[in-house]
């Protein structure tokens, strides 16, 4: 005969571990959340530094880029803080269809954006593709708005320590020597060392 106190036991401690799990769901969906940027959806500093470690743990062959938007500020000052925030959500939104699945996307703060996408002999092209698809007007409230792209990207192949620290701070190098030697973010330069810097000067002549 089933003992009815062993029952009331079994029962509270099925509610308690049905209590406990439902509460860990709810701390990993708001975790997750804090992750993302509210207003780009993009994932936040630390959340793409997580997942961007775990890419190179398993393609070592990764590239990563930070893409600056010049011209911003104006943005903000003439058509206020909504038309910044439109066009830092279709950059996002951009920066987030041209990783594709295969790359993450993220906000690092103000108009500086993160990614981390697989290397292959057309990231130069590619990341001319990006600097275009950043400097496409954007709409909002019948005015449009238009903002320029400086990327900055290395390797990790190419690099003398092929970690995340070490990508961040080449990429950052090559991003503002483009800032310093270029207006609105008319050219996009790899990081020093690669190959592809030769391929700059013809580069140079197809965003011009």
Known sequence: MTNPVNVSLALAALALAGGWALHVSRLYRRLDRSRHDPLTGLWTRDGWTRRAERIIAR??????????????????????????????????????????????????????????????ARLDDRLADLAELLRQPVEHQGVTLTVGAS???????????????????????????????????????????LAALRSLPQRTRLAA
Not at 115 to 120: E, K, L, M, R, S
Not at 159 to 180: R, T
């Open 59 to 120: 393609r070592p062959r990764a590239a990563v880029l930070l893409a600056d938007l010049d011209g911003f500020k104006p943005v903000n000052d003439l058509h206020g803080h909504p038309a910044g925030d439109a066009v830092l959500k279709a950059a996002g939104e951009r920066l987030t269809a041209w990783c594709g699945t295969h790359g993450v996307a993220g906000r690092l703060g103000g108009d500086e954006f993160v990614a981390i996408v697989d290397d292959d």
């Open 151 to 193: 990327i900055g990207a290395a390797r990790l192949a190419a690099l003398s320590e092929p970690s995340l620290s070490a990508a961040l701070k080449a990429a950052d190098q090559a991003m503002y020597q483009v800032k310093g030697r270029t207006r609105r973010g008319r050219r996009l330069l790899l990081a020093p060392a």
